[in-house]
């Protein structure tokens, strides 16, 4: 089974809306790692959250961790049309990846 | 720096074919990873190697499917014979990791789109 999973499996927003998506996971981790995947290219590191952290920002992106909840949330503010893309999380733990959720930014 | 390269980028076999992609990693990246990517799907990782040793192929149908990195550079992973559920693109990343630690951010190559029919 998948070790992330994520939510919503799909996400609809205006250009400069912020787009929050959430991820969930089922056994203890060291860290987690958000993915981004353009149509039709390979996946794009974004940012990686230790178990020991409850949040970290990266330009737009803000990522936030509970452990004790086993789930993850990744916020992109302002979002642009540029950021239409599938995000996945991933648990160190064999690097099992979500399904997914897809982002549709509409400028 | 030069990205991972995968060829080909698209292939489209009969099933019971054999199929075989390979994968360049990033110069000096000693962890190298296997991705299948199913339509609607995440990845999930077939084999993950570092240097030329086999770190985890818990998720690899070693009935068909093998891998192979030789002198710990280049990979292949090849299908024999292939299947209709094996349509789908097979991803190659590498990380920089001696320790195949899994803090090491992954770089994805484009990734072989397969199609069997």
């Known amino acids: 089974s998948q070790q992330g999973e994520e939510d919503p499996q799909a996400l609809s927003i205006q250009e400069g809306e912020n787009a929050t998506m959430n991820c969930s996971y089922k056994?203890?981790?060291?860290?987690l790692q958000w993915y981004r995947q353009n149509s039709g290219r390979g996946l794009v590191h974004l940012i990686l959250i230790r178990s020991n952290e409850r949040e970290k920002h990266s330009g737009r992106l803000r990522v936030t961790l509970d452990t004790s909840k086993k789930s993850s949330s990744l916020l992109i503010t302002a979002s642009r049309a540029a950021d239409t893309a599938s995000y996945f999380c991933a648990t160190d733990y064999h690097m099992r990846f979500g399904a997914g959720t897809r982002l549709t930014v509409k400028p | 720096e030069a990205g991972v390269a995968q060829s080909p980028r698209y292939k489209i076999i009969e099933k019971r074919q054999s199929v075989a992609f390979w994968c360049n990693p990033i110069s000096g990246h000693a962890t190298l990873y296997w991705y299948q990517q199913i339509l609607g799907q995440g990845p999930k990782l077939l084999i993950q190697?570092?240097?030329?040793?086999?770190?985890?192929d818990s998720q690899l149908p070693k009935d068909r499917f093998s891998a192979e990195r030789l002198k710990g550079v280049d990979s292949t992973l090849k299908i024999q014979p292939a299947k209709l559920e094996d349509s789908a693109v097979y991803l190659c990343?590498?990380?920089?990791?001696?320790?195949?630690?899994?803090?090491?951010?992954?770089?994805f190559g484009p990734g072989t789109r397969l199609t069997v029919l």
């Open positions: 056994t203890s981790i060291n860290n």
């Open positions: 990343a590498s990380s920089l990791g001696q320790g195949g630690s899994q803090e090491d951010t992954q770089y």
């Open positions: 190697f570092q240097n030329n040793g086999v770190v985890d």
